[in-house]
T-cell receptor
Framework: KQEVTQIPAALSVPEGENLVLNCSFTDSAIYNLQWFRQDPGKGLTSLLLIQSSQREQTSGRLNASLDKSSGRSTLYIAASQPGDSATYLCAAASGGSYIPTFGRGTSLIVHP | GAVVSQHPSRVICKSGTSVKIECRSLDFQATTMFWYRQFPKKSLMLMATSNEGSKATYEQGVEKDKFLINHASLTLSTLTVTSAHPEDSSFYIC??????????????FGPGTRLLVL
């Protein structure tokens, strides 16, 4: 059974810092890995989707990498801003049904 | 991009009543739909998987008679919380899998429904 772990659970940084959020998964036979953002009381916003055959995806200040052999993915946020404050979830889709398994998220606060 | 909608976005009901939540894929056909539940400060837990026209597959520990799922068409799935109790209060998120403008099948998530049972 796939298990997804996210470290750290919480992070508070000053504005402008470059950040790395970590996600690890136990079953390396994944179909894809997705990073989401969730604001308090809101649904999920998909940030980046990395297919099994890819190693990274970029969107603006965000870059996500995937290393299946080590069971890890990282989300890199450049020049963080207060508007980046949210919970970031990663989900690994695996198994015969390719159903995403979610980590518990990293709660990020970027203060001015 | 592909859009998944949920209705209602928030609902407050009395204990003992039933509540229906709709999930629609607006611009693509969903081969499979999923229902997740999220407790405060916890991750999303898969409740069930459903395919159009067939019975839903429930995860271990999820009561199928409590959480009724109907996948009426390739664009609509409903979750009915029957005889709701305060412990059913939660955030329910649906997801639809399909080729929503992508060359590969992808899961798209709805905005969620906040249920509060008094």
């Amino acid at each position: 059974k796939q298990e997804v772990t996210q470290i750290p659970a919480a992070l508070s940084v000053p504005e402008g810092e470059n950040l790395v959020l970590n996600c690890s998964f136990t079953d390396s036979a994944i179909y894809n890995l997705q990073w989401f953002r969730q604001d308090p009381g809101k649904g999920l916003t998909s940030l980046l989707l990395i297919q099994s055959s890819q190693r990274e995806q970029t969107s603006g200040r965000l870059n996500a990498s995937l290393d299946k052999s080590s069971g890890r993915s990282t989300l890199y946020i450049a020049a963080s801003q207060p508007g980046d404050s949210a919970t970031y979830l990663c989900a690994a889709a695996s198994g015969g049904s390719y159903i995403p398994t979610f980590g518990r998220g990293t709660s990020l606060i970027v203060h001015p | 991009g592909a859009v998944v909608s949920q209705h209602p976005s928030r609902v407050i009901c009395k204990s003992g009543t039933s509540v229906k939540i709709e999930c629609r894929s607006l611009d693509f056909q969903a081969t499979t739909m999923f229902w997740y539940r999220q407790f405060p400060k916890k991750s999303l837990m898969l409740m069930a998987t459903s395919n159009e026209g067939s019975k839903a597959t429930y995860e271990q520990g999820v009561e199928k008679d409590k959480f009724l799922i109907n996948h009426a068409s390739l664009t609509l799935s409903t979750l009915t919380v029957t005889s709701a109790h305060p412990e059913d209060s939660s955030f329910y998120i649906c997801s639809a899998r399909g080729f929503g403008g992508s060359r590969v099948e992808t899961q798209y998530f709805g905005p969620g429904t906040r249920l509060l049972v008094l």
